[in-house]
Every structure is written in C-alpha cells, then in structure tokens.
C-alpha cells in the first residue's frame, strides 16, 4: 500500500515553459487535493476534487489547472511556469473529506 | 476572514522534556481538528486528531488538548526525542466543508 504518489520529484522549469504534476493514491479515496507550501509557510490548497469528476478553485488557483482523471489520479498542471511558482507542490487524499493523507512533494524551481 | 493560527513559530526544548504546542483557531463552526508533522524534506503526516465533542484525546506519547471556550488547541510530546524535531501544524474544518484550513506551523527543535 504505497499511499499518495507524486511524480516528479523533483522540476526545474524555464518560465513559459509547461508542465504536469501527477498525483496516485490506493486508498480508494473520494477526495483529492494539490497544495502549494513556500518556504516558512504554511499549506494553501490550490484546487481540490470532492469525488471523481468534479473539481473546485482552493486558495490559490491562478496560473494552474486540474484534471481528476479517475478515483486514483488528480493531475495538477501549469501552462505558463512563472517564478512565483517556484515552490513544494503536495497532493493529498481523504476518504470523507476530514483526515487528508500527504505525498512526498515536488519540488519545482521556476528559472 | 476565517484562520488559524499559531502562538510561536519556533520551539526548542531538551531531550526528554515534555513539548506543548498551541494553536488558536477563529471560527466557532469547526468541528474537527488535526494535528500534522512535518519532517524536513518530506509531506505532513497526521498524528492525532479530536473532534469538537471531545476535550481531551491521547495517543502513543501525544495527547491532543481542545479548548472550545477560547478556541484553543495544543499538542503535547511526552518525554520528547530527537526524532520529534519537525514543523507542527495544526488544521481545523468545518461541518460540511470539504477543506482543511491550515495553520503557519510551529517548528519544535530539540536540545542534546
């Protein structure tokens, strides 16, 4: 049972450039969730998708996409990178929308 | 608008020594909240939670305070290890809402 996976690890992006983060979980969760974490802050929740096919604005959705592909995948994507994404990006999953359950995070850097 | 917050941002304590916490949170309709653990390097990990009908709740070395009064919450470490040293973050939700509001995150160091 590996949890919430995320792929890549690791992104150096130049800005203008595309890119998708994908995100799995085996834990046969409704809801899924992308955050963005800056350096000595706290979690803001991006975009979240309460059950398979529907998708909702979080905190800070500007500048990005979402696509919930099926129960086990929520991809997260940035058309135009821009330095001010230049963060840890983390998804997560809940079963019932209380208790999310984090992966290990992508690390992006926006040149 | 709605938040939560923490009391100090940085906490150092001696190996050993018992660890507190503190989170305040503004909106009265939370009922549910949890504790994370942030290791350097890797996402949160849940560590406790408590509902709103509950005041006290314990885990293996942790045990989760609630004070709905003044809208209060705490975590404290017993008998604290290097391995605790991690940032701390607490986050409520409310009835019906799909979305944890987080904290800013306490980081707890831990002294030899």
């Known amino acids: 049972n590996a949890g919430v996976t995320q792929t890549p690890k690791f992104q150096v992006l130049k800005t203008g450039q595309s890119m998708t983060l994908q995100c799995a979980q085996d834990?046969?969760?409704?809801?899924m969730y992308w955050y963005r974490q800056d350096p000595g802050m706290g979690l803001r929740l991006i975009y979240y998708?309460?059950?398979?096919?529907?998708?909702d604005k979080g905190e800070v959705p500007n500048g990005y996409n979402v696509s919930r592909l099926n129960k086990r995948e929520f991809s997260l994507r940035l058309e135009s990178a821009a330095p001010s994404q230049t963060s840890v990006y983390f998804c997560a999953s809940s079963d019932r929308g209380e208790t999310q359950y984090f992966g290990p995070g992508t690390r992006l850097l926006v040149l | 608008g709605e938040s939560v917050g923490l009391h100090l941002p940085t906490l150092s304590v001696q190996e050993g020594d018992n660890s507190i916490i503190n989170c305040a949170y503004s909106n009265s309709a939370s009922d549910y909240f949890i504790w994370y653990k942030q290791e350097s390097g890797k996402g949160p990990q849940f560590i406790i939670d408590?509902?709103?009908?509950?005041d006290k709740r314990q885990g293996q070395r942790v045990t989760v305070l609630l004070n709905k009064t003044v809208k209060h919450l705490s975590l404290q470490i017993a008998a604290t290890q290097p391995g605790d040293s991690a940032v701390y973050f607490c986050a409520e939700i409310y009835q019906g809402a799909q979305k944890l509001v987080f904290g800013q995150g306490t980081r707890l160091t831990i002294n030899p």
């Open positions: 834990m046969n969760h409704n809801s």
């Open positions: 998708s309460a059950s398979e096919g529907t998708t």
């Open positions: 408590i509902r709103s009908n509950m």
